[in-house]
């Protein structure tokens, strides 16, 4: 449907290297209204970043593989696109923040032509036009229009995060996919980068993928919430349905290892073992070894996703309902 | 009244810099009681870490005393420091990505403080001992001949956990262990800390600037801002009442994960101001949204406010909430 920006279907991507494969993203669905903020959470090698850079195109080539799926922006199939078709699309109906500002910018090329030139790239318009535009751009992102002509040295690491954040936004993308922008901020200053990429969002109407392993960011900034588990989504749902009604065992257990403010915990609840290595995952849920609330028919065949409400989806056995008549 | 481990009097670290004095560490004061944790929350830049490392002599200090059982150890020789203090002082990194030879096997890894300290122990005994504090930390017995890139984040700050322990020291300085690790790994390692304190009796000074760890974990707390200690009180007593505005800032900058708070939330202008050559003012005063032209032409300092609730603020009267 035209309300839809994203959908992503059935989505598989394994890098393939000469040892192993890697199973890095494996059968992920979901969609993404106009001019919502969908939280992407999960931890360190649950494939968030490779499900961003495979909606980008940017995957790493010859090794990454897109094995199945499809990723369709406005309708249309991006993995049918050529090369140069791709490069069209990013930039400037997708853009992508990634995490770390200080590596993002180039260090020899000044901040007014590193914005320029995705301007220079997609409109048609004189170098002189497009430097206005980076002035603009800047002054919108909070910094003096006038400090264009700086290099990303003489910046502060907020700054520079700012001027990454002006680079995506120049040609006012549909699509904004933000990789852990603000990981690598002070609290502070997450604040303030929080603060404006929310009213730039609600100024812009633009959507936003936002990808982060901190709850509390996802909270103040999302309207729905995808939890990703080695390479699955494991639930699904709007911010409330998942925050105060989590349904799946990990989501449950990423709360409570998480130190509270409000509440004295004595001790922090443990999510035993590791996360399962995705090239070698198991053929039942990969969550089994560390889940709290298995049971012996769990090893039997891997989960599949499960509308429990409308709107949220969970990917565990007892939710399916064939799972207590005992056939499958 | 307690046992006091550890007293840090005006204790200052400068470093000379080509455009000045950088003010890393300024005049900070404070008291660690024996099996205690004492938090120190802080942006990047406040000193946190140049303050864990100037107690540790890996820094030596410019001016101020650090009285461990009442021996000063910032003034004496490094050498006496080493041979009679080291063994009892240890630390935590933050990195266990850094902190780590890659080319040296986990036992070799746990081996090594042990050795260094001990020279004239016998290698079986060396390795014995190793064993131990492996399998004290957690760490599988499979994993002694392991190399560090084999392994993932929270067992490598085992190994610095390990690492550190190995020496019995009393005290340990935790630079932000958890930092780097994901939140699962995280409550493993500050579940780990705590049995290792409640068994040992150890104390820890814990650096981070994740505010609900340190809510966890310690007993006091210390607010950083450019090298010098704002606020300083019981751990609950900064979240109940939280006096300094940067504190009240720091506290509201959290992103609270729960689907209904939404929170009015204080966001400061600018970024930290330099630490080098500080005018004698309020280093907050800049970003304070209350600031006064006394703020800006006088320092404030560190006054106890209510009992065991000190802060440097001219107007920390004003901020106090019953």
């Known amino acids: ?328 | 009244m307690a046992e006091l481990l550890l007293e840090v009097k005006n204790l200052k670290k400068y470093f000379s810099t080509p455009r000045g004095m950088l003010h890393a560490v300024d005049n900070v004061t404070f008291n660690i009681e024996k099996g205690k944790t004492i938090g120190i929350v802080g942006e990047s830049g406040c000193g946190k870490s140049t303050l864990g490392k100037t107690l540790m002599r890996l820094h030596t200090a410019t001016s101020g005393q650090v009285l461990y059982k009442g021996a000063d150890i910032a003034a004496m020789p490094l050498k006496e420091f080493k041979q009679k203090y080291r063994s009892n002082i240890q630390m935590i990194f933050q990195d266990p990505y850094a902190s780590l030879d890659p080319r040296m096997s986990v036992l070799q890894l746990v081996e090594e403080p042990i050795r260094v300290q001990n020279p004239k122990m016998s290698k079986s005994e060396v390795t014995s001992q190793a064993k131990n504090m492996m399998e004290l930390v957690g760490l599988a017995k499979r994993l002694e001949g392991s190399y560090p890139h084999e392994l993932d984040g929270g067992r490598r700050q085992r190994i610095g956990i390990a690492r550190a322990l190995s020496l019995h020291p009393e005290f340990i300085v935790c630079d932000e262990p958890v930092s780097a690790l994901d939140v699962s790994i995280q409550a493993q390692i500050l579940n780990l800390l705590q049995d290792l304190q409640r068994d040992r009796g150890l104390t820890y000074m814990f650096i981070t600037h994740d505010m609900s760890v340190v809510k966890h974990i310690s007993d006091d707390i210390a607010v950083m801002y450019l090298g010098q200690m704002i606020e300083k009180c019981k751990a609950d007593e900064i979240f109940k009442h939280t006096i300094h505005p940067y504190s009240q800032a720091l506290l509201s900058a959290i992103p609270i994960p729960n689907a209904h708070v939404k929170h009015e939330r204080m966001v400061l202008k600018g970024e930290l101001t330099s630490p080098i050559n500080p005018k004698p003012c309020c280093r907050f005063a800049a970003r304070c949204p209350y600031a006064t032209d006394r703020c800006f032409g006088e320092e404030p300092v560190l006054r106890e406010l209510k009992p065991g609730h000190s802060v440097a603020c001219h107007f920390a009267e004003q901020f106090v909430k019953e």
């Open chain 1, 1 to 328: 449907m035209s309300e839809n920006i994203l959908e992503v279907k059935d989505l598989v991507i394994h890098y393939e290297t000469d040892e192993e494969v890697v199973e890095a993203v494996n059968d992920i669905t979901f969609t993404l209204k106009k001019g919502q903020v969908m939280g992407l959470v999960g931890e360190t090698g649950a494939g968030k970043t490779t499900t961003a850079l495979g909606i980008m195109g940017l995957l790493p080539s010859k090794v990454g593989h897109v094995i199945q799926g499809s990723i369709k922006l406005e309708g249309e199939d991006l993995l049918r696109k050529s090369p140069r078709e791709m490069r069209d699309v990013r930039g400037k109906r997708i853009s992508m923040i990634f995490q770390d500002p200080m590596t993002a910018l180039n260090p020899v090329k000044t901040v007014g032509d590193q914005i320029a030139e995705v301007v220079l790239l997609h409109n048609r318009c004189s170098k002189a036009e497009a430097l206005k535009r980076a002035q603009e751009m800047l002054a919108m992102v909070g910094i003096v229009p006038e400090r264009y002509k700086d290099y990303p040295h003489q910046f502060s690491g907020g700054m520079k995060q700012r001027i990454v954040i002006a680079i995506a936004l120049a040609c006012e993308p549909d699509l904004l996919i933000a990789d852990e922008p603000t990981t690598a901020l002070d609290v502070t200053i997450q604040a303030q980068i929080l603060d404006m990429m929310r009213k730039l969002q609600k100024d812009h109407g633009t959507s936003m993928i936002l990808i982060t392993h901190d709850l509390g960011v996802v909270a103040e900034m999302c309207e729905t919430v995808a939890v990703m588990y080695a390479g699955q989504l494991v639930e699904f749902g709007s911010l409330e349905e998942v925050f105060d009604n989590p349904k799946h065992p990990y989501t449950r257990a990423l709360y409570q290892s998480i130190p509270s403010l409000d509440k004295d915990v004595e001790r922090l609840h443990v999510i035993p073992g590791m996360v399962s290595d995705p090239s070698n995952l198991p053929p039942y849920c990969s969550f089994f070894e560390r889940c709290d609330e298995k049971c012996d028919r769990c090893r039997d065949f891997e989960p599949w996703a499960v509308e429990v409400d409308p709107g949220h989806v969970v990917r565990c056995l007892q939710y399916t309902p064939e799972w207590n008549g005992g056939e499958k």
